[in-house]
């Protein structure tokens, strides 16, 4: 749609131009970080609020992705970007392979069983000491590059990053706009209709978790490359239900909700540092609310909010004359 390309337009300007003022810095880094959440945030919402699939392993595919490239450049000598695309395709093959027998469960089972592949990874990730470093993490992972130009800074980095994800947005957009993403939606409202329509339901839930784990694999990459070290901490459950907070407080089903998300859990924990230790909590305490009164999430109730400001303002504007 003509309004949905003229969207997308505004806000790929707004975002190539943000980093004009900043001049790097903190704020800089704290939005390459809303970057890569965004993307993993839209995944999960492909995942979740397209087809009505809930997982709680999306921080394992990106752990995958980010110690995939770390390994094969440090200890193996490849090149970045072939390692970025080594790793996204497997990923998204074990993606593949794993999803058929978990995709077949449903509601609480396919929650659990997406967590134990998350806690199966995350394990690995800390017990293969000689291969990631274990606990310790691992260290003297390059930036990328492109001949002799290095993405050796804030700002390099921030259009690095953003360039994917914008690519990953305009790929989203399209899908769910075509047949594919019309499937989802039918997945989503009803199973067992979809398939009536004939609709490959299960075909489709496998391929869009495969989507959403080479998503995240990708963010994995571009991660390990601008922070140059990673640990496990980074990848664990704790980090799934980020994620998970991200769309639900944005708004299911909705691509720019994804990102609102992602732009208010990125910068809460920064204002929230004297509270980290109960940052669980707040989340906690976000989904709940989100769910009992704002169930479409931001995308849908700041429309909402000033639809029910602006008859207000008229109706005491009218009696004031």
Known sequence: MKSDRIKFLVFALV????????????????????????????????????????????????????????????????????????????????????????LRLKGHYLAMATLG???IVNIALNETVDLTGGPSGLSGIPNLAIGSFTFDSDVKNYYLVWVFALGMIL??????????????????????????????ARLMKVQVFTLSAF?????????????????????????????????????????Y???????????????????????IIVYGLLLITMTIYLPGGLVEGIPALFRCLLPARKVTEGSDA
């Open 15 to 102: 975002v190539l131009l943000i980093p004009l003022p900043l001049s790097g810095g903190y704020l800089t880094n704290v939005l390459i970080f809303v970057g890569i959440n965004s993307v993993l945030a839209l995944g999960l919402n492909l995942l979740l609020g397209y087809a009505g699939q809930i997982s709680l392993g999306q921080a394992a595919f990106f752990g995958l992705g980010a110690y995939g490239s770390g390994v094969l450049t440090t200890a193996y000598g490849f090149n970045p970007w072939l390692a970025m695309i080594v790793v996204a395709a497997c990923v998204a093959l074990f993606a593949f392979a794993i999803g058929f027998p978990v």
């Open 117 to 119: 592949v998350g806690v």
């Open 171 to 200: 790929l989203s957009l399209n899908l769910v706009n075509s047949r594919f993403g019309r499937g989802l939606r039918a997945i989503h409202d009803s199973e067992v209709a979809a398939r009536v329509m004939g609709v490959n």
């Open 215 to 255: 998503m995240s694999a990708i963010m994995g990459s571009l991660y390990c490359h601008v922070m140059t070290f990673i640990s496990p901490n980074s990848f664990g459950f704790h980090f799934s239900v980020e994620i998970l907070t991200m769309i639900v407080i944005g708004g299911l089903g909705s691509v």
């Open 257 to 279: 909700g994804s990102i609102l998300g992602a732009l208010l859990l990125t910068l809460l924990p920064e204002m929230l540092r004297t509270f980290q230790d109960y940052d």
